[in-house]
């Protein structure tokens, strides 16, 4: 390698030589010739300008005396020759052409150089000179070059050759040194090992880079304890997240175990984390079908399902227990739980309560049965009526004295002439009492006014028929609501009276002012709707939509009032199947999808899609169909549930990498609880102090028992108080403190580096600690000794010593 690099630079030094020679020879050619040609140019200037070309023959004949001169001519102006020179042996027809101005004045060629210099006088051109060299001159010393540098190339190799042959020893050895220690390195994995540096050459370049990298791989094992504390900074972020979930979350090992029972489940269900077998979990937790009757079997719960590989998606529950003795609706989901190879591992399921949205869609449903069925009474009555005043004139008086309502006619100034029975029911007066007196004197004092008033606005704008309600006073001083048509009595443009029907409302007025305080109780559960509310009439367009349905999908109630739903709210790829379901339900009374919790994507005001739990109930209301959508924005449990799985992994692979790491550290590591019981701790701790963690018996850690502790000097008692170990326990933070470690049983001693860490909860209480121990007895006797070699070679060489 040393050859061929020698050899190498010697060539490039050597073409460089050659090139500098030929370029020196190149510029020195080109001042000589440009000198020569600038000279005739000045001594033909006269020549030229007397057009006397013997002169300026004679001047060219004087460059016989130049061997490499070829030929030389005197072009005038205008390019045409005026004087000539040809050495003998050349070509005497060779021409040249005029140059141009901004050619260059001299031009090499493989085996000529030509030069060119303008004649001029009072600073105006009057002729050229042009001049032709041959280079022979410069191919011999290209050749001596050459020759000289071949010569030169041998020699620099055989002398590299032989001075490579002679350092050759100088460094196979360490080289055989550095394979030496690799072996060993090998073979103990003692990473704390060095190469001997010795020099700056390659190789001790190699043996640094090489002590680097122990070096790395040293500071690798200090990060192993780091890499403890964030996989538990991990295992309490997800702690965290799951007990802070507002869903349910469940799971169980593959032997029907529960591992995980967070607050929320408990909530939901009424009952924490018990340990009983999968056979009783429907018994003990009151696991019913949504029929809320009949209890499921233990087979049919999502948990055990997904336990044997199945996924399920939604499934309706009743839950009632000693706890949640009215029970609660819930829907569930669970999956298998898999390892790398597809074994399952477990199983997780989450749920949510359901039973404010099933109470209601109840309550909606319920009251518009009684809405339906009032209306479907009352349009009943009326159309009875209208057909029976049609049948025939003749039971007009019989219909008018037998009917519920009261009928009464009056003269213009509203004073009765006829009324019929029905009114000592409606008033309490009879037929006779009310005769002759105005019909005004039955309203209730405060509406009297407003009554006259609607009457006169009658009178004056000669309205045909009227329809107004107002209270009146009854014989006993009640109070009822009556509803009261009018309609004017005319001969010929001039009104003589009234004919009126009055019915009595009060039951009426009374419902619809409790469907009025139904109807805003409804109203608030349908604003304070944690999800989104949206109402659609068989057409599939909105009629209703709450505030949550606002901030869900970004449309205000204006901008969706009257529209298709699918349109605004649903995907592309989802809207014609889903509305074709609706219509279907329309024409069947069936569709899968109806009074079913379905997830699909929707669709917001800004066009993007997120995941949404979709359910419609249907109802229906003076014999068409409404629906009630109910929808909930899931793109976030979503998002926590893939982020669960993902956590739930990486949880897994850290415990498995935590593992390897600890067996593999060349630090021992030791973790207490509070009552300094081991926790965990690796081969190396139980290598460095003799103590390890016992699977079945804690083992309490307490060195000042088995050791004698000191401070480096070897005398001073270290205090057992000041571990770090025992000050992580008090929340305080120690780097590498030297302690020496004395056994009275064996008379050894051990000189160790000890850090200690403090592992605190989410309140910032210390739960456990964590301790590093580097032994470091060795690296200290090597010290010694280093220090001992250092003074005796100071002293053999001449120095003095510093010691007094």
């Known amino acids: 390698m040393q050859v061929f690099t020698s050899a190498f630079v010697l060539g490039i030094c050597i073409a460089a030589f050659v090139i500098i020679n030929i370029k020196g020879f190149k510029d020195r050619k080109v001042v000589s010739s440009t000198a020569i040609a600038q000279v005739i140019g ?20 004087e460059l016989k005396v130049q061997n490499d001169i070829l ?68 191919s011999r010393i290209k050749m001596d070059v050459l020759s000289l540098g071949v010569i030169l190339l041998l020699l620099g190799i055989g ?55 122990l070096e790395n791989i040293e500071k690798r094992d200090n990060e192993v304890a780091k890499s403890k504390g964030q996989l538990d900074e991990q295992n309490t972020l997800l702690q965290s997240v799951i007990q802070n979930m507002g869903d349910g979350l469940v799971v169980s090992d593959e032997n029907g175990k529960f591992i995980i029972w967070n607050p929320a489940s408990e909530k939901i269900i009424g009952i924490g984390l018990l340990d009983i077998p999968e056979e009783k979990w429907a018994d003990t937790y009151g696991v019913y079908w949504p029929d809320t009757k009949i209890r499921m079997n233990t087979n049919d719960l999502p948990l055990v399902k997904a336990i044997h590989g199945e996924d399920v998606d939604d499934m ?8 949640k003795t009215e029970g609660n609706f819930v829907i569930m989901s669970a999956r298998p739980l898999k390892d790398s190879t597809g074994k399952i591992t477990g199983a997780v399921a989450v749920f949510h309560d359901i039973t404010e949205r099933k109470n209601s869609e109840n309550l909606i449903k319920k009251l518009n049965e009684e809405l ?149 109780q409804l109203q608030t559960i349908f604003n304070e709707a944690p999800d989104a509310l949206i109402v659609i009439n068989e057409e599939g367009n909105i009629i209703r939509w709450n505030p949550k349905a606002e901030k869900i999908f970004g449309w205000s109630l204006a901008e969706v009032l009257g529209k298709p739903m699918t349109d605004l709210i649903i995907p592309e790829q989802h809207r014609e199947s889903l509305a074709k379901e609706f219509k279907t339900f329309v024409l069947t009374g069936k569709s899968p999808i109806i009074n079913k919790t379905i997830q699909i994507t929707g669709l917001n005001k800004n066009g993007l899609e997120f995941d949404i739990e979709f359910t419609a109930s ?8 409404i629906f009630i959508a109910f929808i909930k924005d899931i793109s976030e449990s979503k998002k926590m549930e893939n982020q669960k799985i993902e956590a739930d992994r990486l949880v897994r692979q850290n ?100 850090s200690g860490r403090p592992i605190v909860d989410e309140n910032n209480y210390v739960i456990a600690a964590v301790a590093n121990i580097k032994d470091i007895t060795s690296y200290k006797q090597l010290e010694v000794a280093l220090e001992e070699s250092e003074k005796k070679y100071r002293k053999l060489i001449g120095f003095k010593s510093d010691e007094k």
């Open 42 to 61: 000045f001594n033909s200037a006269s020549a030229i300008d007397f057009l006397d070309n013997a002169a300026a023959e004679k001047i060219l004949s």
């Open 71 to 138: 030929n030389a001519v005197i072009l005038d102006k205008n390019g045409k020759a005026f004087a000539s020179y040809t050495k003998p042996g050349s070509d005497p027809t060779y021409k040249f052409s005029v140059p141009e101005m901004n050619q260059n004045k001299s031009l090499f060629t493989s085996q000529h150089l030509f030069v060119y210099s303008e004649i001029k006088k009072d600073n105006e051109t009057i002729g050229y000179v042009c001049i032709r060299f041959e280079l022979t001159e410069l």
């Open 159 to 213: 002398l590299a050759f032989l001075i490579a042959m002679i350092i050759k020893k100088y460094i196979s050895k360490p080289i055989l040194n550095l394979i030496d220690i690799t072996q060993k390195i090998k073979e103990t994995a003692d990473y704390k090992i060095r190469m001997t540096v010795e020099g700056k050459d390659e190789i001790s370049v190699l043996a640094s880079g090489f002590n680097d990298m």
């Open 316 to 323: 309706e529950l009743f839950i009632q227990n000693y706890r």
């Open 372 to 520: 339906e069925k009032k209306v479907t009474e009352r349009t009943a009555q009326l159309a009875e009526a209208i057909e029976t005043l049609q049948t025939s004139e003749e039971k007009y008086r019989e219909i008018v004295e037998n009917t519920s309502d009261v009928v009464h006619t009056t003269d213009y100034k509203g004073n009765v002439t006829y009324i019929n029975p029905a009114c000592e029911k409606l008033t309490g007066y009879t037929q006779k009492e009310l005769t002759g007196t105005n019909i005004s004197d039955l309203v209730a004092p405060e509406w009297r006014e407003r009554v006259n008033e609607f009457y006169l606005n009658q009178f004056k704008h000669k309205i045909d028929e009227t329809l107004f309600a107002f209270p009146i006073i009854t014989k006993s001083r009640t109070q009822k609501w009556v509803e009261q048509t009018v309609k004017q009595l005319r001969e010929g443009n001039r009104i003589t009276g009234h004919k009126s029907i009055m019915r009595d409302i009060t039951d009426r007025k009374t419902a619809e002012q409790k469907l009025k305080e139904s109807e805003g």
């Open 618 to 625: 249907p109802a229906r209301i003076l014999g068409s169909y």
């Open 655 to 754: 415990e498995l990498k935590l593992k390897l790491i600890l067996e593999n550290i060349g630090e021992g590591i030791i973790v207490t609880d509070t009552q300094k019981r081991i926790v965990l701790s690796n081969h190396m701790a139980e290598e460095i102090i003799g103590i390890k963690q016992d699977s079945e018996i804690p083992t309490t850690l307490d060195w000042s028992a088995e050791y004698e502790l000191y401070y480096p000097d070897e005398k001073t008692i270290f205090p057992a108080q000041n571990l770090p170990l025992d000050k992580a326990l008090r929340g305080e933070s120690t780097d590498d403190v030297e302690i020496i470690i004395a056994n009275p049983e064996t008379n050894t001693k051990k000189r160790v580096l000890i």
